[in-house]
């Protein structure tokens, strides 16, 4: 195998002979483990893009006798992720059948209906689009691929010509097609007239390979990649350089994160005008080369070329007509000159829909840009949530390739721009949208929780996380902040949370918080003061250090946590919601707790004032009060407890039920308590209210407003 593994350079041999050989028989399960293998290499396909098949003898259910059963990607799946429940199994017979009914083009539509006629496993996946490119192909093992070197080639302006040259006829061309009934016709077609071919080439679309195992498949897939993109590398080293050479220099990188982190939430602003949105950035080199290029104004208003990419990126981006050196500071003076800029974008969508839609098109969808380039500094991407923005992202990486390596070997061309939205808003993409599940609560917005590694802080970050938010999880103490930083990745994944060190009496480390969300995810919508420390002693014990570190965590932390936070929500003019996690105690006089006390109600009292402020911003500043929250609690583990129990003459052990006994619900208060308090007030339910305290203690009199 490694032997092998040495003659590709240009794509990535992952087949483990011993890991196959463990599925011998099952050619499911090798279909699956090929398609991993390809969607483990984004050169080769991204997410979401891309098919793959098998067909095996099976016994018919209804008859008993053997019949032909094709296995493929189901619709909406994704190769690298895909398992066994994620393929359409239909009979081949069937689906051939169908051509007898196929009434052309205009008909192509009803096709998909009829696939579910020919399917045999009724739990298997919903039949894509792409079905009958596979079906209607004789081969076991089939790979339908986006490769960018391919799509390099399919996209030049003479990439017929070289793909016959290049393979000498053995890799057919089928000229650009929307994906259907037709254009599986026209690939058996393709095949039948060029008997013997290894694959076909898709104009401006893709490539389509096969072989009779799941490894021949596999290797011939390989193979034709690699010719591909070693002929493009060849003809790139003979280029004094790529994209006409660099019009300009990029900052140093870490002038470019600072000024990506500066400019994102005005950028997420000016995006979230119909639907709030995620964003995502990238400094890739291969990104820089391309917008500092002094082909960048010629190629990216031409747009993607494969469907798969546009679908994902919008037909093109918005440049930014934004100097390298502008004030970033001067917030009004920058959304003063991008606002022109958005607004010539929405309308060039807009003429781009009203001129190509059809009779019976779906209404035009956001009309804001998806990709954002920023000559110097980097890619940004904006999307309902954060995968589908880093996916964008990583489509439109995809396409730059392609341009590259276009316009190596010929000149680049885009497919045109009816093409373009008769695939965008095909109703049948239209369909599947409208099936997609219904957006949570917190979809689109971020979150950012202080002390988020444990207790309540994380209790309320996962919260959040659950109902849609993306989070930045942080604490001052990094071994407690890597362990929940794997929990959330194993719970959630990497789009959903970003995870930072942050002590809230350090203003630059705040501010390096917040620059980490801004980079993360574009900005922040909510935020939570929820650091905490306790110190219980009586008045005489107390000592100035003691009243130092409560007023510099509690009231000054969450002073200077707001401010960094107001100065973003300003930027985007979304709103925003700050909660501050106060307690019992800010209202209720107790014995030995005269500095935690006073700092408590200090901090409810700068709810108040903040609250009365930030009201014009239409951000929303509340307070919840807990009252011994004990689980998970890193106050509890510590000396506070002990205090606690000697101030009311009882042990350590005998403080839960203590507390939950003098409360009038009589109940214990969890974490997660809090959590359902904080998502009450950031919910949506209630937006049109701010300067309130919820108490969530059991019910304790003492502690009720007056």
């Known amino acids: 195998m490694q032997a092998l593994a040495t003659k590709f350079?240009?794509?990535?041999?992952?087949?483990?002979d011993a890991q196959a050989?463990?599925?011998?028989?099952?050619?499911?399960?090798?279909?699956?483990?090929?398609?991993?293998?390809?969607?483990?290499?984004?050169r080769l396909t991204n997410y979401g893009g891309g098919n793959t098949s098998c067909k095996v003898m099976a016994k018919d259910p209804l008859t008993g006798l053997d019949t032909e059963v094709m296995w493929v990607k189901g619709s909406g799946g994704d190769l690298g992720t895909m398992k066994r429940n994620g393929l359409a199994a239909l009979y081949v017979d069937r689906l051939n059948s169908l051509k007898s009914r196929y009434r052309g083009l205009a008909h192509e539509d009803e096709m998909v209906e009829l696939f579910n006629h020919c399917i045999y496993d009724l739990a298997s996946k919903a039949p894509s689009i792409d079905t009958p490119l596979h079906g209607f192909l004789p081969f076991k093992h089939i790979d339908h691929l986006h490769p960018d070197a391919a799509i390099a080639i399919a996209a030049a302006k003479d990439g017929k010509k070289i793909t016959q040259e290049l393979f000498n006829g053995s890799i057919g061309w089928v000229e650009w097609q929307k994906p259907g009934f037709d254009l599986g016709l026209q690939l058996r077609q393709c095949l039948d007239e060029n008997p013997?071919?290894?694959?076909?080439?898709?104009?401006?679309h893709g490539?389509?390979?096969?072989?009779?195992?799941?490894?021949?498949?596999?290797?011939?897939?390989?193979?034709?990649?690699?010719?591909?993109?070693?002929?493009?590398?060849d003809a790139q080293a003979k280029l004094p350089a790529n994209f006409g050479g660099a019009k300009m220099e990029s900052l140093?990188?870490?002038?470019?994160?600072?000024?990506?982190?500066?400019?994102?939430?005005?950028?997420?602003?000016?995006?979230?005008?119909?639907?709030?949105?995620?964003?995502?950035?990238?400094?890739?080199?291969?990104?820089?080369?391309?917008?500092?290029?002094?082909?960048?104004?010629?190629?990216a208003p031409m747009g993607t070329s494969c469907?798969?990419?546009?679908?994902?990126?919008k037909i093109s981006p918005l440049v930014l007509d934004l100097a390298i050196d502008e004030d970033l500071s001067n917030v009004a003076a920058v959304k003063l000159k991008l606002a022109p800029q958005f607004e010539a974008y929405r309308n060039m969508y807009a003429e781009y829909y009203n001129s190509c839609k059809h009779p019976n098109s779906p209404a035009m969808r956001d009309a804001n840009p998806v990709i954002i380039l920023y000559r110097g500094v980097g890619m940004f991407s904006f999307a309902k949530d954060k995968q589908t923005a880093r996916v964008a992202s990583e489509f439109y990486l995809n396409a730059i390739n392609v341009m590259r390596g276009a316009e190596a070997i010929s000149s680049y061309t885009a497919l045109p721009r009816q093409e373009a939205f008769n695939i965008e808003y095909w109703l049948l993409e239209e369909a599947k949208l409208q099936r997609m599940p219904k957006p949570k609560a917190l979809t689109g917005r971020i979150a950012l929780v202080t002390g988020s590694a444990g207790g309540i802080g994380k209790a309320i970050a996962k919260k959040f996380a659950n109902e849609g938010a993306c989070v930045i999880i942080n604490d001052n103490d990094n071994g407690r902040l890597e362990n929940a930083s794997e929990e959330f990745k194993t719970q959630y994944g990497k789009d959903v949370y970003t995870a930072v060190l942050l002590d809230v009496t350090n203003l630059a480390g705040i501010q390096n918080a917040f620059k980490a969300g801004a980079l993360a995810f574009g900005g922040i919508d909510i935020v939570v003061n929820c650091a905490g420390l306790s110190i219980s002693k009586p008045i005489e014990e107390h000592t100035e250090k003691d009243w130092d570190i409560l007023y510099d965590v509690l009231v000054k932390g969450q002073f200077f946590v707001t401010q960094s936070a107001v100065t973003i929500m300003r930027k985007q003019e979304l709103g925003g919601d700050i909660v501050n996690i106060v307690s019992k105690n800010a209202l209720v006089s107790g014995p030995n707790n005269?500095?935690?006390g006073s700092a408590k109600a200090a901090q409810i009292h700068l709810n108040r004032l903040n609250a009365a402020e930030l009201g014009k911003d239409h951000i929303r500043v509340n307070v919840v009060n807990p009252d011994a929250v004990i689980s998970d609690s890193k106050i509890w583990a510590g000396a506070w407890a002990e205090g606690r129990a000697k101030a009311y003459g009882i042990t350590v052990a005998e403080l839960p039920a203590y507390y939950a006994k003098r409360t009038l619900l009589n109940e214990i208060i969890l974490p997660e308590d809090i959590a359902n308090a904080c998502f009450a007030i950031t919910g949506g339910l209630l937006n049109k209210s701010t300067g309130n305290v919820i108490n969530v203690d059991g019910g304790v009199a003492a502690a009720f407003l007056r």
């Open 207 to 233: 490539l389509f390979t096969w072989g009779d195992t799941a490894y021949e498949c596999y290797i011939n897939t390989l193979e034709v990649i690699e010719r591909c993109a070693d002929f493009i590398q």
């Open 9 to 16: 350079k240009q794509v990535s041999y992952l087949w483990d």
């Open 252 to 299: 140093p990188q870490e002038q470019r994160l600072d000024r990506a982190a500066d400019l994102a939430p005005i950028l997420r602003g000016f995006c979230s005008s119909d639907v709030q949105m995620i964003g995502h950035f990238t400094d890739d080199p291969r990104v820089l080369e391309f917008i500092n290029s002094n082909d960048l104004d010629r190629l």
């Open 307 to 313: 469907p798969d990419h546009f679908l994902r990126t």
């Open 594 to 596: 005269a500095g935690y």
């Open 21 to 42: 050989a463990s599925m011998a028989g099952d050619e499911v399960a090798l279909l699956v483990y090929r398609s991993n293998l390809l969607g483990a290499d984004l």
């Open 196 to 204: 013997g071919i290894r694959g076909i080439m898709l104009g401006s």
